[in-house]
């Protein structure tokens, strides 16, 4: 895709760029300012996919008169298994455009069409927040749970609902202890058996360390204890005022101690106290345990309506846990002794974006 469209000299036009060395700190500024933007369209994301996972990036943007107008990340997956795919952003919920004006965002879009052209992808697919590109296919599979929280935390406590309210309560009485310090080692042990016990590949050790390590203070690790042993972690990312639990989970022995509902609860106090406002529950599919689980924490599904620009594929993907004939290959894994799942896991889970 060249750098600048025929008609870039236009004063009335922005011009489209990749991001080169040295864009990095204009492209974070303009993501930390506007109002679209999420914690998935900050640059140090291409750098982890790139050099942990092996996905080449294309990270777009636009310009006009030397200002940034509009950003969007793009990282093309390949894979024998799962098909060959553009996305914005892959191992993200959210992607897309983020622009000031109709142009930049017209022409954003026009650029990533053509770069998947291109490439000859299956698939260019973008993970809007809000309905854009009206006129592409677009998968309503998927819903986020968003919910401004109160910077008191008996009012957030009284705001769960009864039922679940007493779920935390229970954990609280079991004598279980939050620790906001968490390590990557306990986390991961934690993690990987709980997405195994799912049928899930897990992603690597090392791309959680990047993670913490690139993100730092923006990306922490809570790691819930009874009598001293994990039973939940969650890694959590903040960015202004939002809290987004990301990767969670707890071993079996965790369920009876209700460590997951009190994990969140600790997580939201955590949160209140570094001063955000507002607590992002992450993506869930419709009608699926954890959709139902954040529903009872009073959370009210919203729509997330990724959408699909086909180029070599005849419909919309599904390489979803939902996709029934997966279910053999989901059993399966579930049955797999945990060091095997951690050396097999991340050579999959590293393709599923």
């Known amino acids: 895709m060249p750098d600048r469209p025929d008609d870039s000299r236009s004063a009335n036009h922005c011009v489209i760029k990749r991001m080169g060395s040295g864009d990095e700190g204009r492209w974070d500024a303009f993501v930390k300012d506007a109002p679209q933007a999420t914690f998935f369209h900050r640059t140090a994301w291409c750098g982890i996919l790139e050099q942990v996972l092996g996905h080449r990036c294309h990270y777009l943007y636009a310009e006009r008169h030397g200002v940034m107008t509009g950003v969007l990340p793009l990282a093309e997956i390949r894979s024998r298994l799962f098909g060959h795919a553009l996305i914005s952003t892959p191992f993200c919920v959210y992607g897309g455009v983020v622009a000031c004006d109709p142009d930049s965002e017209v022409r954003l879009i026009q650029a990533a069409t053509a770069l998947a052209d291109q490439l000859r992808v299956d698939y260019l697919e973008l993970r809007n927040r809000e309905l854009r590109s009206p006129a592409w296919p677009v998968k309503d599979l998927y819903v986020s749970f968003r919910k401004v929280i109160h910077p008191d935390h008996d009012e957030n406590l009284k705001a769960i609902p009864r039922k679940q309210r007493a779920m935390v309560r229970k954990g609280i009485s079991?004598?279980?202890?939050?620790?906001?310090?968490?390590?990557?080692?306990?986390?991961?042990?934690?993690?990987?058996?709980?997405?195994?016990?799912?049928?899930?590949?897990?992603?690597?050790?090392?791309?959680?360390?990047?993670?913490?390590?690139?993100?730092?203070?923006?990306?922490?690790?809570?790691?819930?204890?009874?009598?001293?042993?994990?039973?939940?972690?969650?890694?959590?990312?903040?960015?202004?005022?939002?809290?987004?639990?990301?990767?969670?989970?707890?071993?079996?022995?965790?369920?009876?101690?209700?460590?997951n509902d009190f994990m969140y609860w600790a997580v939201m106090q955590r949160a209140v106290e570094r001063g955000a406002r507002l607590f992002d529950y992450g993506r869930s599919k419709q009608d699926s345990g954890s959709y139902h689980f954040k529903k009872h924490w009073g959370f009210e599904p919203q729509p997330l309506p990724y959408a699909y620009y086909l180029v070599r594929a005849k419909g919309i993907p599904n390489i979803s846990p939902a996709n029934r004939k997966y279910d053999l290959f989901i059993k399966a894994w579930k049955q797999l002794p945990l060091p095997v799942s951690c050396a097999l896991g991340p050579w999959l889970a590293r393709d599923l974006g």
């Open 174 to 259: 079991a004598g279980l202890q939050a620790h906001h310090d968490g390590g990557i080692a306990e986390f991961y042990r934690v993690y990987a058996e709980s997405v195994r016990n799912l049928g899930t590949p897990v992603l690597s050790r090392n791309y959680f360390m990047r993670l913490k390590q690139t993100f730092g203070e923006d990306c922490e690790v809570t790691v819930v204890t009874h009598e001293g042993q994990p039973v939940s972690a969650v890694m959590s990312f903040y960015f202004r005022d939002e809290v987004h639990p990301y990767y969670g989970g707890s071993v079996a022995r965790g369920r009876d101690l209700k460590a």
